[in-house]
């Protein structure tokens, strides 16, 4: 008989809060507990996958349901003294929401928790799952004896049938059709299989259900066998899992010992019989004749289907072969009816879905919601956005059969209908986030690796095509791709999808198809102008410091330079792509800070700021500027001088030309005369570095507006052979909203320039205006 | 298992010690365990009151601890919220004041006037 | 069966009589032939390390299945080895989460750390290094297991302290 409790401390076991340290944690509840003599007061369970995984060790206190987080076992005296022993909180461990660093007590007051709708994981977190007494407290095993006792196997089928339950383990495929095909077959033996393959990297859903409820299996495949005429079940694990192995095999002996499993089930005279088999690290017995193949001992390759494994599957005999999430959802179904399952998820896509959240997402682990829920709200709401405020660039779902979804589909509803037309698919459930530092075409290579070593080899499409696809891929990422190599890439694409063997060879160009889709300019990029904009392809990178510089400056040879104090080498290296360091110095908006590697350890370099200390040492650039080619006094007119026609004027005088710069304006410098305040570069800094250009032979006329003052043929008359057209985009694009012409209200731009020649503008007695950019 | 009514005795049993992780208390019983509650002998009340809510069967009240509400000189401290009623407070409350509150309040539904404090 | 064994195998004359036995107690107590194939592979890497061919021509006897079966099931699985194994296998994910989140850099730092390239042993037969991919703990990425020991969050600086708890 269980004790009564005035408290309970739960623990999650679930793996990852396991390798963060649970055990450790336990060990130290067991001894303070018992030190302050609480014992008999407190109870201490450990149950499976609480699903938070980011912030393990988790610890859960009732009644109060308070909610822990990140327990360390130094924490665990404190706990039992103030929150057990005198009833007072510790806050210090409490949750914190990432955008605000607010502090939420109560876990269903976290929306992690509080926005899901759990079926499947019903029990996980709350039940201890070594112990079936505890299962059954919950209602299991209730929904067998139920079928047992009072349906026929018909009405078993009819009610999956009325839920809407659809395959989870990827394909999606109407399980009560499955059940029924099955049922159909005459004759035995007949078997229930249990896909545990689990092989999509970044899907871990079937592995908490195994170590958190594996009685909900269980009783899942023994329902399943009574529906069809099995009496012999198969759970297929992966070896990667050992402790869902260890889990399972306990229950499966609990539920023996309980007559709960084996012969004349709940005096019905119905006999059903689990046995696991362990996979060895194939991904491709993820498909279900592989599967099934390898639970004959042989090699896993797949084969043609039709005959569908319903018809002839293990051993030649009919089969339902079924993923864990799909049996997880079967005991709620049967006990409460198909049409409380329907009343969840959409149209097409009832009920609800596991998803495991991974990658650079602030709240990763597993959630569970209706079908039909945003992505975005999964992502941001549930997940809690990207961390290190890095900025989101696309959520890939459906593993390497799968496909990506950029920030402009935030808003798709998440079911087996929505997914496809976007090229990806709902797969098992991984999502893994990624921000700005992912490349995509790096991606899809990934996956091609993947997926190239994966295949089994049985079928030429998929064992010789994604090799070459992934050939193609690799040029690409180390700069040698050609656009023939993009056409080549979706052709062999569209044939393998349609030739392959099995779902592996068919969804393998999907991640390819999918990046090329939403982020072709990526792949462009990398073709045509060998750069990796995330900074990931080591082979056409130098740092991803100077890859994010617009102008390619090498930051790393000026700051070394600077490091050992030869600051005029540092600015020699500067002035070969950026004549302006003084200036960028005060108003770049430097991005080279945003991808500095160091940013990982304690924080960027001050790129910026020893850029505008070395420039500033000197006010004279004559000798550090690259070596002048010989004149070949040829004139070039260049109209504006802007910082465009001020950098184009610097180089072509470099190259050996005549340059003349013509300015409309009083001042050179365009936009960094007349828009960017005083206050932010000083124009005494601004005449520093273009006078530097003058000294270097570069003539600037200001006051001459080409084309009012002086035409095109005139300067033709006067020998210039070539024009750079650098006027500016000044004019700008007023919002169309209400108000926008009243008085009061000015262009950005017009504001500026009219603050820059400082002269007094209206900003009325309030000091009420709307400025536009 | 023979029969669904074996599995649902199992069940009822079990779960009266799983029903602290509902959330759903129809009564709340908070004892002050601040260091002056505890050396007047909070703990024993604790047992007791803890003794005699399984005596009687009930579990479908939470009893939970709290510090020190400053009135030292009264404590033991029990304060008795029942759902829809205004929160009752006792003071010292011994072991024997503590099943008398379970079976009068929290059983038979009157508070205790004799021990309420003030 | 022994004798000739010890001088074709790489176990230094560890093994012996009794480890021989268990793993044919272990196959007596499943059926012959190919049903039980994969789980008795698996059990004798388990006992062995790995599984050389001499261990395929004995459980190809004891099934009653040709040799090259065997052979086909071993090589078509990741997971079963026909190189001896370290005392302590270090596996690396390389699955999607840990992926982006730095897992090649860790593989790459493990690699110079021991000298050794993935799929390789110490010449001590301290460590072997592995990939798999996910062992489904991708809350913690980046990941990786030594022997059934899930370690989370590694970094090229964690490497030291996780190997050295591992004689």
């Known amino acids: ?773 | 298992m023979k029969n669904l009514d074996e599995l649902r005795k199992i069940r009822d049993e079990v779960r009266k010690s799983m029903e602290i992780r509902s959330g759903n208390h129809r009564a709340k019983i908070v004892v002050g365990m601040g260091t002056c509650g505890i050396a007047a002998g909070a703990r024993e009340t604790m047992q007791a009151l803890m003794g005699e809510l399984e005596q009687a069967g009930i579990n479908d009240v939470a009893v939970t601890a709290t510090g020190c509400a400053g009135f030292c000189e009264r404590e033991p401290l029990v304060d008795v919220e029942i759902a829809g009623q205004p929160a009752v407070r006792y003071g010292k409350v011994d072991a024997a004041a503590a099943r008398k509150i379970v079976q009068e309040h929290i059983v038979g539904g009157r508070k205790v006037d004799s021990l309420v404090f003030g | ?167």
């Open chain 3, 1 to 167: 069966m022994t004798d000739s064994n010890t001088t074709a195998c790489a176990c230094e004359g560890q093994c012996n009589a009794a480890v021989w036995n268990e793993l044919d107690e272990f196959i007596a107590s499943h059926e012959r032939g190919r049903n039980s194939l994969i789980q008795v592979l698996h059990k004798a890497q388990e006992l062995f390390g790995y599984l050389p061919p001499d261990v395929h021509q004995h459980v190809a006897d004891q099934l009653g299945l040709p040799v090259s079966e065997v052979l086909g099931v071993v090589t078509f699985y990741h997971y079963f080895s026909m190189q001896p194994r370290g005392r302590h296998t270090i596996n690396v994910c390389m699955g999607t989460a840990c992926y982006v989140r730095g897992a090649k850099k860790v593989l790459e730092a493990l690699q110079e750390k021991l000298g050794i390239k993935m799929g390789e042993t110490t010449p001590d037969r301290r460590f072997s290094i592995t990939t798999q991919r996910c062992f489904g703990a991708c809350g913690l990425a980046p990941v990786i297991m030594v022997n059934s020991d899930v370690h989370g969050r590694v970094t090229a600086n964690k490497l030291t302290g996780i190997l050295n708890q591992y004689e």
């Open chain 1, 1 to 773: 008989m269980k004790k009564a409790f005035r408290a309970q401390v739960l623990l999650c076991a679930g793996g990852a809060c396991i390798s963060s340290g649970t055990e450790s944690v336990r060990d130290a509840f067991q001894r303070e507990l018992g030190e302050q003599q609480l014992n008999e007061e407190v109870g201490l369970i450990t149950t499976g996958c609480m699903g938070m995984c980011e912030v393990g060790p988790i610890v859960v206190i009732y009644p109060e349901g308070v909610f822990y987080q990140k327990v360390k076992s130094e924490d665990v005296a404190e706990i039992v003294k103030e929150h057990l022993l005198k009833g007072r909180v510790v806050q210090r461990l409490f949750y914190k929401k990432p955008s605000t660093q607010e502090l939420v007590q109560a876990m269903n007051e976290i929306d992690f928790f509080r926005l899901q709708e759990k079926i499947a994981l019903r029990n996980c977190g709350n039940i201890d799952p070594e112990d079936i007494r505890e299962y059954i407290a919950a209602g299991g095993y209730e929904a067998l004896g139920k079928a047992l006792t009072n349906m026929a196997p018909p009405q078993v089928v009819e009610q999956i049938t009325v839920s809407g339950l659809r395959g989870r383990g990827g394909a999606g495929f109407p399980t009560g059709i499955k059940w029924r095909a099955t049922a159909d077959q005459p004759g035995k033996p007949k078997y229930v299989v249990c896909n545990a393959d689990e092989g999509d990297p970044g899907a871990f859903m079937d592995r908490s259900l195994l170590e958190g409820d594996p009685h909900s299996l269980i009783e899942a495949m023994t329902i399943c066998g009574y529906a069809v005429g099995a009496n012999q079940g198969f759970v297929y694990v992966r070896a990667e899992y050992p402790l869902a192995i260890q889990r399972l095999e306990k229950a499966l002996t609990q539920a023996r010992e309980m007559g709960l499993l084996g012969k004349n089930l709940f005096s019905s005279g119905f006999d059903f019989n689990i046995e696991i088999r362990m996979g060895a690290g194939a991904f491709v017995c993820g498909e279900e004749t592989a599967l099934m193949h390898s639970i004959e001992g042989r090699r896993g390759e797949p084969r043609p289907k039709p005959p569908f494994p319903a018809v002839k599957g293990l051993f030649d005999r009919p089969t339902v072969l079924n993923n864990v999430e799909t049996f997880a959802n079967v005991p709620y179904i049967v006990l409460n009816g198909g049409m409380a399952y329907a009343r969840l998820g959409t149209e097409k896509s009832k009920g609800t879905k596991v998803f495991a959240l991974a990658g650079d997402v602030n709240n990763t682990g597993l959630v569970e919601v209706p079908m039909g829920m945003p992505l975005g709200t999964i992502v941001y709401d549930l997940g809690g956005g990207i961390p290190n405020g890095k900025k989101f660039k696309a959520v890939q779902i459906g593993g390497p059969s799968g496909g990506c979804i950029p920030a402009a589909h935030l808003n798709t509803p998440v079911t087996y209908e929505s997914l496809p037309q976007l090229g990806a698919i709902m797969g098992s459930g991984g999502l893994v986030v990624m921000n700005e530092d992912t490349c995509m075409v790096d991606l899809a290579r990934y996956f091609l690796e993947f997926i190239a070593e994966e295949s089994c080899g049985k079928c030429t499409p998929c064992r010789v095509g994604t090799r070459v696809m992934l050939e193609l891929v690799n040029r690409i990422c180390n700069g040698q791709g050609t656009m023939e190599d993009l056409e080549r890439l979706e052709e062999l694409a569209g044939v393998i999808q349609k030739s392959s063997l099995c779902g592996l060879g068919q969804t393998a160009p999907n991640p390819v198809l999918s990046t090329l889709r939403y982020f072709r300019e990526e792949y462009i990029e990398h073709i045509k102008d060998h750069h990796c904009r995330a900074g990931v392809c080591q082979s056409i990178m130098h740092a991803p410091c100077s890859n994010a510089c617009p102008a390619s400056v090498n930051v790393p040879a000026y700051l070394a330079y600077a490091k050992e104090g030869n600051f005029e080498e540092a600015l020699r290296v500067h002035l070969r792509n950026n004549p302006f360091p003084s200036i960028c110095g005060r108003v770049c908006p430097q991005w080279c800070i945003d991808k500095c590697r160091r940013s990982d350890l304690e924080g960027p370099l001050a790129v910026r700021a020893v850029k505008r200390f070395m420039s500033d040492l000197r006010d004279d650039y004559s000798e550090l500027y690259p070596a002048k080619v010989p004149a070949n006094n040829r004139k070039v007119a260049v109209i504006g001088a802007g910082p465009a026609g001020l950098s184009c004027g610097y180089y072509l005088v470099l190259l050996g030309y005549d340059v003349t710069v013509f300015e409309r304006r009083e001042e050179s410098g365009g936009l960094m005369r007349y828009a960017i305040p005083d206050y932010r570069l000083p124009r005494k800094i601004l005449a520093k570095e273009i006078s530097n250009l003058e000294r270097l032979g570069l003539k600037i006329k200001t006051g001459v507006a080409v084309g009012r003052d002086i035409s095109m043929a005139d300067l033709r008359a006067q020998g210039f052979e070539a024009f750079f057209m650098s006027s500016g985009a000044g004019h700008e694009i007023m919002p169309k909203i209400p108000g926008v012409d009243l008085p009061g209200v000015y262009p950005g731009t017009a504001f500026l320039e009219q603050a820059a020649r400082s002269q007094p503008m209206n900003v009325g007695r309030r000091r009420r205006s709307g400025i536009c950019c």
